[in-house]
Each structure stands twice: as C-alpha cells, then as structure tokens.
C-alpha cells in the first residue's frame, strides 16, 4: 500500500476510534452558531489519555521531547469557556515515571526545558535536577537530534503546545525530530494539543528560497492546524528526508514539482512498523476557544499575547518595538521616536528578553489588548509603514528577516507600493485555497462551518 494512503488509513481509523464528537453532534454545533449553547463536554490532551498510548511505552526505552507546556491538567469546556476544574498539574515525565515508563532522556525545543530562554538565546545540553535525566537541547549546537542523542532510545514522544502560526519554531523541531526518528527506524507518538488560532487559515505561503528554522513548509502564516496534523502531513506529503537536503530544496522541490513529488522513488519509505502515531484532542473542534494552562514561551505569558502574536510578530523585521523587555509582551507596539500611540512605556532587558529593541529607551506606544485582534491584521503593519514613512524613519531595518516570516519578500513589498490591505490578502487566496485542499486528508478535528465537508454543508444550508 503506498505510503500516503496508509497513512490517510491510519489517519482516519485513529481519529474514528479516539475522538468523541459524533459527525450530527459537529452539524447541531454549527447549526446553533451560539457559544453559550454548546453543551459542557470534557477535553482532553492527548498527553491525558493514557491508555490510549501507555501500551505503545510499556517495556520501551522512551525519549521525550518536551518543555514546560508539557503538562497534564484536568480542563472541562463550558459555555465555551475553557475553565481549569483543578489547579493540579503534572508534567508528562513526572507522569510517566510515575506509571513505571523508563524515561531515558529529554529533548527541549527553543526556550528549553524549563521555558526560561528568551527568543534566539542558544540551549546547552543539561540534566534535569529533579529527575537525574539529561536533556538534550534542541536549539543549541544541533537542531535534529543526533545519532547519540538517540542511541539508546526505543521510542520518541513529542507532547509541546503549539500557538499554530509557521515562524514559531516548535513546528521546525518537530519536523527535525521526524526526520531523525525516520534516519533511525525509530517510532514516533505525538501527544496533541489544541491550535488557540485554530480557527484561523490566512496569510501568504512560503516560498522555497525563503525556508529557515522560522518556516520550512510550504504552508500558511496561519496554518489552522494542530501539531498532530502537521506531523500527518509532513510525514503523509513526504517533507522530510533522510539523506541532508535542506528545507529550502524541500519546499522548492514540493512547490515546483509537487505530482512529480509523490511519484519519484524517496531517499526513505517509512514501514509500518515505525510508523508516525498522533494520539488527538478529545471533544475538540477549532471553533472552540482554548486558554493555554502554561505560557508557551517567556514573551507569550496569556491570551492577549498569543491571539496578537500572528500579526505583531511581523514587527521584528522592522524598527517597531513589540514590547519585548516590558511588562507586555506581544501586547504592544511603540517606538521612541515614533508615537504610535498614546501611551508611555520604560523597555529594559530582562530574563525573557536580554537584549530587547530599543533597550533603556521610552516607547511611545500603543496598548493592542485595548483593541484586540484576532487572526491576521494587515491594516496594523500598514498604519505603522505610514507613519514611519511620515517622520522619514527607516520601517524595515531586518527586511530580510521580515521576508523569513512572511516566507516571500511580496508582502513587505506590497507594504512599499501602498496597496490596501484587502488588496493583499486578495493576492493569498488561490494559494489558501490550495493548501486548504492539500491539508484536507490530515484533518483530525471539525473546522468552520464554512470548511466542513460537503455533505455537512448540505444539511447545514437550509439553516444558514
């Protein structure tokens, strides 16, 4: 059976056994289009399930790749509100060591075990202080684990929360984490969690000769999937390699040549044997509001940052501060000069951000939780460029960085030329629309009424 219907099959049969939404219970819900109707339901990480992948460890000699997020908290969703039911967390491998699993070692993505480095601040290898076990940093010296790293290793489990926007890096881990698992023979479990912009698909799509660690895939800024998906499709669509090429040959060889692709022979095949497992979010769906338990990283500490985080983030490649050495995080935008809003604000390097823009200065800033967005907000790096261009200040002083998270160079050009902002999301729709139609077969959980399939749609019309 070829690779990419063996994996749909397991996909599908995965997702048929573990998910608890029923097909009339995802049309009542998109029926209603009301929060506050949604009967209470549990939901559950994939970490929270153990019987469903406890069996899979048993007798193994297991290597996890997790940070801080990696926990296991009792959550219930009620009126569409996710509300802790205990404040009793524990970590995955306290957990694990708990049920007798033999642990053998931890992988720690960007920001490292704890979640304590800031944007960029290279990992060195370490021990856990609390368990004896050692971590391997995956954002230090190496990026993909290593022959040695994996020596003595069975099986791989990935269990990170994600914020579901390309350029933030635990997706590139975990596409390295595939590919060294591949190289190895070794299985892969990843541990879902929820996308908190899962709701959301939007932004240009990368351009192979702009693949980096900050985005290696041909996919959207905001992608709409989870990372169990995303494990799916890299996997199912063959992204990775085993024989050293790079991502931006990937993504070049997927975006120019994508039928070609998936009929030439591959540098490796995976087998049965070692193929990937996703264990999915219960009572799930990417309408559902989602409040992370733990900070994701250090300059994402709550709601507002993460919800602001798609669109400010673009404001790294340029003068503007995002509030990085402040109190809010991904919560602002302000520079000293510039006033671009009406508020005053101190920036000074602290442990989240130890060399932040504008260090020792005072941003005239603008407050963005006071009008808070959601998905993609162009109009905001439109109004920005404006007013710099005004005071005759340079805007993109990183533009080849802004290019890495834009994953093209036509958005930050565009910005130049003045078009409008609905001019330029108009220039993503035919390759939204592609990827939307690639990612479909991945799919583990219901999306906007807007996207479900066609059959539902059908029973849905006559109530829209």
Not at 414 to 419: C, L, N, P, R
Request: overall charge negative; hydrophobic content about 40%; charged content about 15%.
């Amino acid at each position: 059976m070829p690779i990419k219907s063996l994996l749909t099959f397991v996909l599908l049969l995965s997702a048929a056994i573990t998910l608890s939404m029923s097909h009339a219970q995802t049309v009542a819900y998109a029926q209603t289009h009301d929060k506050a109707d949604v009967a209470e339901s549990r939901l559950q990480v994939g970490a929270a399930q153990f019987n469903e992948y406890l069996p899979l460890l048993e007798g193994k000699r297991v290597t996890l790749v997790v940070n801080q997020s990696s926990i296991i908290k009792s959550s219930i969703v009620k009126s569409s509100t996710v509300t802790n039911s205990s404040p009793e967390s524990t970590h995955l491998v306290d957990a694990l060591l708990n049920r007798d699993i033999n642990v053998v070692s931890i992988m720690s993505p960007e920001h490292g075990f704890r979640g304590k480095a800031g944007a960029g601040e290279k990992i060195d290898n370490d021990v856990d202080v609390k368990t004896g076990l050692p971590i391997h940093s995956l954002y230090g010296k190496t990026k993909k684990p290593t022959a040695d790293m994996l020596a003595n290793t069975d099986i791989l489990v990935f269990d990170i929360q994600d914020v579901g926007v390309r350029f933030y890096t635990y997706l590139s881990t975990l596409h390295y984490v595939l590919e060294a698992a591949a190289e190895a023979h070794i299985p892969v479990i990843v541990l879902d969690r929820p996308n908190p912009s899962g709701a959301f698909t939007d932004g240009p799509i990368l351009k192979p000769d702009y693949a980096s660690f900050v985005g290696m895939h041909a996919i959207p800024v905001l992608h709409g999937m989870t990372l169990g998906e995303l494990a799916l499709m890299i996997v199912g669509e063959q992204w990775i390699t085993t024989d050293a090429i790079e991502g931006k040959q990937l993504a070049q060889q997927h975006q120019s040549e994508p039928q070609a692709l998936q009929s030439q022979p591959q540098a490796f095949q995976f087998e049965p044997q070692a193929l990937l497992t996703v264990i999915p979010v219960a009572n799930y769906n990417k309408q559902m509001p989602y409040s992370l338990p733990v900070a994701p990283s250090p300059n994402l500490p709550n709601d507002a940052a993460i919800a602001l985080y798609p669109t400010l983030c673009f404001f790294e490649g340029t003068d503007v501060s995002v509030g990085r050495g402040t109190n809010l995080p991904f919560q602002l935008i302000g520079h000293p000069v510039v006033a671009l809003g009406d508020e005053n604000i101190d920036v000074a390097a602290n442990q989240a951000a130890p060399s932040p823009k504008h260090n020792n200065t005072t941003l005239k800033a603008s407050f963005m939780t006071q009008t808070p967005i959601s998905g993609l907000d162009i109009d905001v790096l439109l109004n920005a460029y404006a007013q710099f261009n005004e005071h005759g200040i340079t805007f993109f002083t990183r533009p080849d960085f802004f290019d890495k998270l834009a994953g093209t160079n036509s958005l930050r050009q565009a910005i130049i030329e003045g078009k409008t902002s609905t001019q330029i999301q108009a220039s993503w729709a035919e390759g939204l629309a592609v990827f939307k139609q690639l990612r479909s077969p991945y799919l583990l959980y219901p999306l906007t009424a807007s996207e479900l399939p066609n059959d539902v749609k059908a029973v849905l019309k006559p109530s829209i």
